[in-house]
């Protein structure tokens, strides 16, 4: 089955860590983003990257870090500078950057900071 | 960052009426899509809108791309229980930069049987 893949579904942080959200697709797309979604607010661009090796900032990047080394591959690391991080974490792809490309979403991962 | 309205923000109806929703924005887009999203899960593509003026349907769901290129709808007929969820517009356009969307902040449907 083609689709996104997220893990873990659950994720519990002490404060002060950093946690690594994974993101794997296997739709041959070239685009990947990532989105942090909070109750009754859109959600909001974190990262995105259009190729391998490649990335920008989104909107909210601060306290994040991503890195795109393979075609599938677009991790998430939630570092301790993130004042807020509990939140549920959405990744995407898109079969290229630019207009005119639909989006596909993962499951999520959500992330609770104890 | 930008963000779209979407209206209204939650609405419950009876099982076999029809649903009408909307967003709009102050930019002009290229592109509308519309999701589903489930609790804990992660939004479901329901329907892609490239060209104003445009209907599209899937199902017993119909979307339109608004001819000001500022807004776009959504109806679903004959409503059953497992339309229940978030339904979220997102749009797409040369102001929002070419690469990502600008998501709405969801309508609630909750249907009641």
């Known amino acids: 089955d083609g689709g996104i893949t997220q893990s873990p579904k659950y994720l519990f942080r002490k404060e002060g860590q950093n946690v690594t959200l994974s993101c794997e697709q296997n739709?041959?797309?070239?685009?990947m983003y990532w989105y942090r979604q909070d109750p009754g607010q859109g959600l909001r661009l974190i990262y995105y990257?259009?190729?391998?090796?490649?990335?920008q900032k989104g909107d909210i990047a601060e306290g994040y870090s991503v890195s795109r080394e393979k075609k599938e591959s677009f991790p998430l690391t939630v570092t301790s500078a993130q004042k807020n991080p509990t939140a549920f974490y959405l990744c995407?792809?898109?079969?290229?950057?630019?207009?005119?490309?639909?989006?596909?979403f993962g499951p999520g991962t959500r992330l609770t900071v104890l | 960052g930008q963000q779209l309205n979407q209206s209204p923000q939650s609405m419950f109806i009876q099982e076999g009426e029809d649903v009408s929703m909307n967003c709009t924005s102050s930019?002009?887009?290229?592109?509308w899509l519309w999701y589903k999203q489930d609790p804990g899960e992660g939004p479901v593509l329901l329907i892609a809108?490239?060209?104003?003026?445009e209907l599209t349907s899937n199902g017993r769901l119909t979307a339109q791309f608004g001819i000001t290129r500022k807004d776009s709808f959504l109806n679903i007929s004959a409503s059953i229980p497992s339309d229940v969820g978030i339904y979220f517009c997102?749009?797409?356009?040369?102001?929002?930069?070419?690469?990502?969307?600008?998501f709405g902040t969801g309508t609630r449907l909750k249907v009641l049987a």
């Open positions: 990257s259009q190729i391998v090796n490649d990335f």
């Open positions: 930019s002009i887009f290229n592109t």
């Open positions: 995407a792809s898109s079969s290229r950057a630019g207009l005119y490309n639909e989006q596909f």
């Open positions: 739709l041959n797309h070239d685009a």
């Open positions: 809108l490239y060209k104003a003026g």
């Open positions: 997102a749009g797409q356009g040369v102001t929002s930069g070419t690469y990502k969307y600008i």
